[in-house]
């Protein structure tokens, strides 16, 4: 299930199942968005990206699906491998504009 | 593909002193490198971003003589944290981009940084 915590929310899921990490982002002027992996001790790793003239994209065992009307980008990644845990951050950013926006960031927990 | 390289992984100052973190890219000229700083179990957040031969752009909060960027040519950007303190212990991670957004954002691995 998914919970809370002071910081970073945690999403716990059984190997081999969907996992689905859901971002709520702030500026509706946002036209590029990005899903990062981030392991312990290292810089964020790229996953997928959707720019937003399109709502869905697909990677190799992800899928990024993004609805403008609410603000709302989610993860998916099919059949989850222990591999998988990580935490994955959303980031936003504008066309002319530099640097990106993190959101919060969820922690993926793979159960055995 | 684009590769960022930041160096050191990880350091240990005493407090006062003052701390150098390189990011270079490796296989493209980066006309644009920010830096982002990440406390543990927290989001990243953008500290500031420099532009090739231009001074870099501070986020509000952000002190600009307390961390000073130089960003001399498109492969090499440096932070220096200055006079140190326990409370700039944190994860400092530096990204680079290339000629347009399209190029994407490339990240470091990061610098564990502590002050004692």
């Known amino acids: 299930g998914e919970s809370v915590g002071l910081h970073l929310p945690t999403l716990s899921v059984q190997e081999g199942d969907n996992s689905i990490i859901n971002c709520a982002y702030s500026n509706s002027a946002s036209d590029y968005f990005i899903w990062y992996k981030q392991e312990s001790g290292k810089g964020p790793q790229f996953i997928i990206d959707?720019?937003?003239?399109?709502d869905k994209r697909q990677g190799q065992r992800v899928t990024v699906l993004l609805n403008k009307t609410v603000k709302h980008l989610s993860l998916q990644i099919a059949a989850t491998q222990p591999g998988d845990s990580a935490v994955y951050f959303c980031a936003e950013s504008i066309e002319g504009a530099d640097g990106l926006t993190f959101g919060k960031g969820t922690h993926l927990i793979i159960q055995p | 593909g684009a590769v960022v390289s930041q160096h050191p992984s990880r350091v240990i100052c005493k407090s006062g002193t003052s701390v150098k973190i390189e990011c270079r890219s490796l296989?493209?000229?980066?006309?644009?490198m920010f830096w982002y700083r990440q406390f543990p179990k927290q989001s990243l957040m953008l500290m500031a971003t420099s532009n090739e031969g231009s001074k870099a752009t501070y986020e509000q909060g952000v002190e600009k003589d307390k961390f000073l960027i130089n960003h001399a040519s498109l492969t090499l950007s440096t932070l220096t944290v200055t006079s140190a303190h326990p409370e700039d212990s944190s994860f400092y991670i530096c990204s680079a981009r290339g000629v347009d957004r399209d190029y994407g954002y490339t990240f470091g691995s990061g610098t564990r940084l502590t002050v004692v």
């Open positions: 296989d493209f000229q980066a006309t644009t």
């Open positions: 959707i720019r937003s003239n399109m």
